[in-house]
């Protein structure tokens, strides 16, 4: 009971999610005071309500992993995607390997094993070109309620996966769940996946000429970029921008989005990026004669 109520509070505080905001609509105030005090186990709905609202999945409550298990568990996944970020499949299977040994020691903990088959179907279909075999573990593995980042992660990649297939509406289904469900996630330990799910949806929607859609989604991505103060996808979002303000006729801005993008694959030295962007603007400038 006294852990449940320092975990809570742990997420509260991490969060930055005062009391009175964390229970609206769940309990009252003092209950809340009382179960983060150890002093009172509540009913399994107001335990659920609360961990909606931070943003966790139930189960962490419960789990008895120790402080250095659990900073093991982080540091391997930390290394996987750092893996996958670079393609170094052969290192990621390793670590997969290592992490699996590591989970099977805890208690179980559901978010674990499906971090574990997000990463070997990343590898089933990066690495040994079985997409259909990556989509069935994916599909296997997805929990019917998304409670965590990595549900959400895993929808994503299985809209990759159709793209990859050339299943172009099923793609575009899994991206839009995947964004209307980030956007809505009330805290986000990984700041770039909001980034990489409305990314994928903008790419999809400009594959169907939909540039309106693409415009759209692109000036709230680099908001939330600006916000956020990350970098991550933006020389990629301005040149796609660039790119959607050509088709629709605005040059002007077609070429000012798309010298931007210039410049930021000129500074994170993105040679293939750069090449392209370059090609694409005098494009942008012979259309605009």
């Not at 943003?55 to 996987?80: A, R, Y």
């Not at 989509?135 to 959400?152: C, D, G, H, V, Y």
């Not at 990489?196 to 903008?202: E, F, K, P, S």
């Not at 660039?242 to 000129?266: C, D, H, P, V, W």
């Amino acid at each position: 009971m006294e852990i449940i109520g320092q975990k809570l509070r742990q997420y509260r505080e991490k969060r930055g999610i005062s009391r009175r905001r964390l229970v609206d609509g769940i309990c009252n105030e003092s209950t809340l005071y009382r179960i983060e005090g150890g002093k009172t186990l509540p009913s399994i709905f107001i335990l659920d309500g609360l961990c909606k609202k931070l943003g966790i999945p139930l189960s962490v409550l419960f789990d008895n992993e120790t402080v250095e298990q659990k900073q093991s568990i982080m540091h391997i996944k930390q290394k996987c995607r750092k893996h996958v970020y670079h393609k170094d499949y052969i290192s990621l299977k390793m670590e997969i390997k290592n992490l699996r040994n590591l989970v099977e020691k805890v208690v179980e903990n559901n978010d674990h094993w499906l971090f574990i088959n997000w990463h070997e179907a990343i590898l089933l279909h990066n690495k040994n070109n079985k997409p259909l075999l990556a989509k069935e573990l994916l599909l296997n593995a997805l929990p019917k309620r998304i409670e965590s980042e990595t549900a959400i992660s895993v929808i994503n990649v299985l809209g990759l996966i159709c793209v990859s297939l050339k299943k172009d509406n099923e793609a575009l289904t899994y991206f839009q769940q995947a964004f209307q469900t980030v956007r809505n996630f009330p805290y986000l330990d990984d700041e770039t996946l909001y980034a990489r799910i409305c990314y994928n949806l903008a790419s999809r929607y400009y594959y169907n000429e939909d540039y309106s859609q693409v415009i759209q989604l692109g000036k709230g991505l680099l908001t939330y970029l600006k916000n956020n103060s990350l970098f991550y996808l933006k020389g990629r979002t301005y040149h796609m921008l660039a790119k959607s303000f050509q088709r629709t006729g605005k040059y002007k801005l077609a070429e000012e989005n798309m010298k931007i993008a210039i410049s930021i694959f000129s500074i994170k030295e993105k040679e293939e990026y750069l090449t392209k962007a370059k090609k694409d603007l005098e494009d942008i400038r012979l259309s605009s004669i």
